[in-house]
């Protein structure tokens, strides 16, 4: 998946120990905070198809992050959807936030898409260039999305 030129295409291609230690810092993060980018499986059959979750603050941000990555056959299928609106739902049960983010690039109609359908907000003024990519890559500029906590519902007074 992380070689796929189009699961890829907005996202740096990965070696496979480059992958390896991607899978290693997400089990560190899971032991340490008790969530990360988990896999993702299919329910039908238990297959991998992708991470989706959220992680603790982390340089350059200071907010929680939610992300996801699926492999391009389970592309248009709602899997993106349904993990990230599960993540929500278990992240506002569960860590102390009162936002979360998101960040992709420009071109990345698809995962700002579903950002927005989310009904996280674009936040341009916090947009930015990617510290850790070199100033010609295209991949540098981020956009910055951003949920707030969802306001309690009324209580009943009967």
Not at 24 to 31: G, S, Y
Not at 75 to 101: C, F, K, M, N
Not at 115 to 134: I, K, N, Q, V
């Amino acid at each position: 998946m992380s070689q796929n030129a189009e699961v890829t295409e907005f996202l740096p291609v990965r070696t496979r120990e480059e992958a390896d230690d991607a899978v290693d810092r997400m089990m560190a993060c899971q032991e340490a905070y008790g969530h990360c980018f988990w896999a993702v499986e299919r329910k039908a059959d238990g297959a991998f198809i992708g991470t989706c979750g959220i992680v603790p603050p982390r340089d350059p941000f200071t907010e929680y992050e939610i992300g996801w990555r699926l492999g391009r056959s389970v592309w248009g299928q709602g899997y993106a959807r349904e993990g990230a609106e599960a993540t929500l739902a278990w992240a506002w049960s569960h860590v102390p936030a009162d936002t979360i983010i998101a960040v992709t690039v420009p071109g990345n109609t698809r995962s700002w898409g579903l950002m927005e359908r989310l009904g996280m907000t674009r936040h341009a003024d916090e947009d930015f260039d990617h510290p850790d990519l070199d100033e010609d890559d295209p991949l540098r500029p981020h956009i910055f999305y951003r949920i707030r906590r969802p306001a309690p519902a009324p209580r009943n007074p009967l």
